[in-house]
């Protein structure tokens, strides 16, 4: 399209979109599309007019910063401008930066940074006069922006008068204000419950909130400041000291909240060090940064590079992959699970985000379609943050075809035809076929063979998929009586793997009580729980008989879960099944009766945190608890030991903190062997 275009009216057709674009995100608090093309967009503009100088003008958005104060807020002048920074998107960028601050200060040692993550929300700057918070103000396009002293005053962790004595007498301080994900997630969804329109990201929800007129409204949203820099000095007590980082510690002397991941660096190969180590935390921080901030360090050197239009020479902003990215919405199909319930999965244009190409997210269920008002054909906004799944987070209204589709939910099962039905108060609609639906029963077949229930080697997905397909096996006794010849005959078998699965079935049917509690698929009794019910009951006839009450005092077991196992046990054609995998010879040894307080690692509180790797999480919880422990959620002084995996964060700085002993997943794998062996 933009091929047809002049380089001058491409270069119009883009100030007019970035125009727009920044209007509704710096004065709405309400962007339309993800940051990346923002980005993209600008990155075109500059590239025109780096290429046609001619075609620069003064009021082009690559010389301007942020947005038009709204004329709802008093103004505030900025007596020293507030500015945006420079933007190095990947190694060169950062090296080329150092190497731009050497050639201009004539200087040929490497270079010491200040090195800061860059916190998403919204610049603001705070005034103090003889150590007293007297106004707070929003950056605006950098010299005038609005006045906002009283929803700042509402900020938690924003001190109204400093510590100590030693502060400037004027001192006017510079920093993000923002909400951390929990607090979004909370707050999102008491805007849903009220009927209100859910923000987008936590960025656009900090903005949002801070931009009330009603400070009443901006104290009850979980905001918090943290400082980057100074603004205005005058007339301070005793000189400041010389280096940025150093000016920094002085402000969190006198009070002020300064984030925890603050470092120095020489040379641009530290300073991608640092990129790398911030990158590898970034899922881990209780709030979203969008890049890390590096500035010479040196204020002398600082002075001597100065400014250019909208950013400071001395400082880059290192972003991180985009986490946000624009797709659209081929289709909707609608997967049934184990339980029945029916999931609507969207297919995307397939689109590189979050450092995967995903080609599918959730929609979860028709509340979020009500709530997206997503059509087939829209364009979506998708969002991949660390490891979680991902999702769309809106859609670009603008962007809908004439021809996009309205989503309809089945009222049929797509798989059996059974009725859907959604229970009062339930989010999810299920198929009430039951394992006549052979989806649901595929998915109940992949969990009984899988690691964690069964564990039958060779017997995969794909292989379950074909013996249900051809009516091979409708209850998961009966796997046990397949033969050698049809298996041979499958697809992508042979006889060699076919002998192989009867030996790995035969094998499997020396398991646990546990395990086979867990491959039932009773809702909600994951491993633990199954774990937990085996220990408490001992035997498979106890727990058959149990009643609800009965059923609660085991640990972990609530009123749902004591009643999904209690019905479980009250279906004809569950005990059946059960019968069946007896007769088939499935079996486990007994449990010895121990009493509880004689188990290893009994009276003791365990915490797991971080990354493990041979063991899940669950794993791991289920075999403490085996072994006596109590796996509790947080660290406290009453915690015996903390198991701390990879990545862990601020669980293991607080065991350090109370000198709680701490093991990694090997040291927990060891004592493992130990206590069994
Ligand atoms: N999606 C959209 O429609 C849309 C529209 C406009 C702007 N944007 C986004 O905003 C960006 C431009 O905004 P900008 O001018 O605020 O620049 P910026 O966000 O790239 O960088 C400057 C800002 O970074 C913040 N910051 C965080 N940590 C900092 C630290 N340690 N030191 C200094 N500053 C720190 C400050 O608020 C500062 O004003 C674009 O690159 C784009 O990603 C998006
Ligand atoms: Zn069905």
């Known amino acids: 399209m933009s091929n047809a275009l002049s380089p001058a009216q491409r270069l119009t057709q883009l100030i007019n979109t970035i125009n727009e674009y920044n209007y509704q995100y710096y004065v709405l608090d309400n962007p339309t599309v993800p940051d990346a093309e923002y980005d993209r967009l600008m990155r075109e503009l500059l590239d025109i007019e780096q290429t046609y100088p001619d075609l620069r003008s003064s009021d082009s958005p690559s010389q301007k910063v942020g947005g038009t104060a709204l004329s709802a807020f008093e103004q505030v002048e900025h007596e020293v401008p507030m500015l945006s920074l420079d933007n190095a998107f990947d190694e060169q960028d950062m090296v080329a930066f150092e190497k731009r601050i050497k050639d201009r200060l004539k200087n040929t040692d490497k270079i010491g940074f200040s090195c800061e993550p860059k916190l998403d929300g919204l610049a603001v700057s705070i005034l103090y006069e003889n150590g007293k918070l007297v106004r707070a103000a929003t950056r605006g396009d950098g010299r005038v922006g609005e006045n906002i002293t009283t929803n700042v005053r509402t900020i938690a962790n924003v001190p109204l008068s400093l510590r100590g004595d030693s502060y400037p007498s004027r001192l006017e301080v510079r920093g993000e204000v923002i909400m951390t994900r929990a607090g979004f997630v909370t707050l999102n969804e008491a805007q849903i419950n009220k009927g209100k329109k859910p923000f987008v990201n936590p960025r656009n929800a900090a903005a949002g909130s801070l931009r009330q007129l009603d400070p009443r409204i901006t104290a009850g949203r979980p905001l918090l400041f943290y400082c980057y820099s100074l603004g205005l000095v005058e007339n301070e007590q005793q000189p400041l000291d010389t280096t940025h980082s150093s000016r920094l510690k002085q402000l969190s002397e006198w009070g002020l909240p300064l984030s925890k991941e603050l470092e120095t660096a020489t040379g641009a190969q530290e300073c991608l060090e640092y990129f790398h180590k911030i990158g590898e935390l970034r899922s881990q921080l209780s709030y979203d940064i969008d890049g890390v901030v590096f500035k010479v360090d040196d204020i002398e050197m600082q002075q001597a590079l100065g400014f250019v239009a909208r950013a400071p020479r001395w400082a880059i902003a290192h972003k991180f992959p985009a986490q946000e990215e624009i797709s659209s919405l081929l289709d909707v199909e609608f997967q049934v699970g184990r339980t029945g319930a029916i999931t609507p999965v969207a297919r995307l244009v397939p689109t590189f985000v979050g450092g995967v190409t995903v080609s599918n997210a959730t929609l979860h269920n028709q509340d979020e379609i009500n709530r997206l008002g997503i059509m087939i054909g829209d364009t979506v906004i998708i969002r991949r943050a660390g490891d979680v799944i991902p999702q769309i987070v809106a859609i670009v209204t603008e962007k809908r075809p004439a021809d996009a589709r309205e989503i309809t939910f089945p009222t049929a099962c797509p798989m059996c035809d059974s009725a859907i039905e959604k229970l009062e108060g339930e989010a999810v609609a299920r198929c009430t076929g039951g394992l006549y639906c052979k989806a649901q029963r595929k998915e109940a077949m992949k969990h009984f063979a899988s690691r964690k229930a069964l564990d039958v080697d060779g017997l995969g997905d794909k292989l379950i998929e074909q013996l249900v397909d051809g009516d091979m096996v409708k209850s998961p006794a009966d796997f046990f009586s397949l033969d050698i010849a049809p298996l041979s005959s499958m697809e992508r078998m042979g006889e060699k793997s076919a002998v192989n699965l009867v030996n790995a079935l035969e094998h499997s049917k020396k398991t646990t009580l546990a395990k086979f509690l867990y491959a039932l698929g009773i809702r909600e009794v994951g491993e633990a729980t199954a774990q937990n019910l085996a220990l408490h009951f001992l035997t498979l006839e106890a727990i058959e008989q149990a009643d609800i009450e009965s059923l609660q005092t085991v640990p972990d077991v609530g009123v749902i879960v004591a009643q999904h196992v209690f019905n479980f046990f009250r279906e004809a054609h569950n005990l059946e099944v059960i019968k069946a995998l007896r007769d088939a010879g499935v079996h486990w040894p007994t449990i ?56 862990a964060g601020s669980k293991l700085t607080k065991a350090q903190d109370l000198g709680v002993k701490v093991i990694n997943e090997d040291g927990m794998l060891a004592m493992f062997a130990d206590l069994e062996g």
Not at 600 to 608: E, I, K, M, S, W
Not at 634 to 644: E, G, I, N, Q, R
């Open 592 to 647: 010895e009766k121990i009493a509880l307080d004689q188990l290893p690692l009994a009276g003791q509180v365990y915490v797991l945190t971080g990354t493990l790797n041979v063991m899940d999480r669950n794993q791991a919880k289920a075999k403490l608890q085996a072994l006596g422990a109590k796996v509790s959620g947080s660290v406290s002084a009453k915690t015996d030991c903390l198991v701390a995996g990879e990545k």
